[in-house]
Structures are given as structure tokens and as C-alpha cells.
């Protein structure tokens, strides 16, 4: 189970709060939404889970040994690199570029029809191809949690179920 515990942060030098004294649970396994007005702290949230900020108070307890992946509400992909390049640039980071995790991958693209891609560059894609692109990135480290922020939002409907019904 994961542990929320009293967290609060607070930005702009102790003036505004972005969570204040938030505490829940949840379940082991399952989809859990959070859901909230612009600027509620729902990324906040998601930042101090994965270890991008730090909490002022409070604390979050995960099982032991748990991997998370985090997708941004921004793609961040690499200008630079390929699609295939991108989606597999924790595998390459990690030294783990194997022949399963290659399949894995590749099986992903063609799920989420980005296969025929693989070789463009992120300029030659749309929005929603793009934000796809970031979420098989993510996925492709086989998380234990995967936390989206916002995943949906550059997808059009019928893309949109397709993605979440995988």
C-alpha cells in the first residue's frame, strides 16, 4: 500500500501553499485519479511521489523495492533522436537494451500506432503522437507505478480510448 501522510508544500518563499497537510492510502494494485482545478497541486503531488521536490512536511511510504515511472504533462522528447530513440533512452541510460526489452518496446509502438514512426524525428509528429511516444518511454522501464500527469490531455477522443483500454 502507498502511504500519503500530512504533506504539505509550499512555494514562493512560505506564501503560497500548493498541499497543505494532504494524507491518504491506496491500494496496491488499481487505477487511482486525482483529480482537481488548475493549481491544486495534483503535479505537486505527483513531483514529491517521484522524487522531483521535496515535501516542507509530511512524508510518503512506499513498499520496498518499488520502481515508478513518471510521465510529464510535457512530452520532453529529444529533438535530436528518432522516436525509437527516445522511447528507448531509459533502457539505454540503464544498460538494459535487451532483446526482450527491444520487443517489449516495439510491440508498444505498433499498439499505439507509432511503429511506422519509429525512425521520424518528434517535429514530424502531431501532439497526441508525441504525448503517446512519451508514455511508451515511460512504460518501457516496466515500472511497479506509473504515475501520468495529464497523459491524456494532447489526444483526440478515439485515440484517447484506445490508449487507456491497453
Not at 22 to 37: C, E, R
Not at 128 to 152: K, N, S
Amino acid at each position: 500500500m502507498i502511504k500519503i501522510e500530512n504533506l504539505t508544500k509550499i512555494y514562493d518563499k512560505n506564501s503560497t501553499p500548493a498541499l497543505d497537510n494532504v494524507s491518504f492510502s491506496l491500494p496496491n494494485k488499481g487505477f487511482v485519479f486525482i483529480l482537481g482545478k488548475s493549481g491544486s497541486g495534483k503535479s505537486t503531488l505527483l513531483n514529491i511521489i517521484c522524487g522531483l521536490t521535496n515535501a516542507k512536511s509530511g512524508n510518503y511510504i512506499l513498499p520496498e523495492n518499488t520502481s515508478i515511472g513518471y510521465m510529464l504533462q510535457h512530452d520532453h522528447l529529444f529533438e535530436w533522436r528518432t522516436i525509437f530513440e527516445n522511447v528507448t533512452l531509459g533502457l539505454e541510460i540503464q544498460n538494459n537494451m535487451t532483446t526482450e526489452n527491444i520487443e517489449y518496446v516495439e510491440s508498444l509502438l505498433k499498439s499505439y500506432g507509432l511503429y511506422d514512426f519509429k525512425d521520424k524525428k518528434p517535429s514530424e509528429l502531431s501532439g497526441g503522437m508525441r504525448q503517446r511516444a512519451a508514455l511508451i518511454r515511460t512504460m518501457a522501464l516496466h515500472p511497479d507505478i506509473l504515475l501520468l500527469d495529464e497523459p491524456f490531455s494532447a489526444l483526440d477522443y478515439q485515440t484517447r480510448l484506445m490508449v487507456s483500454s491497453d
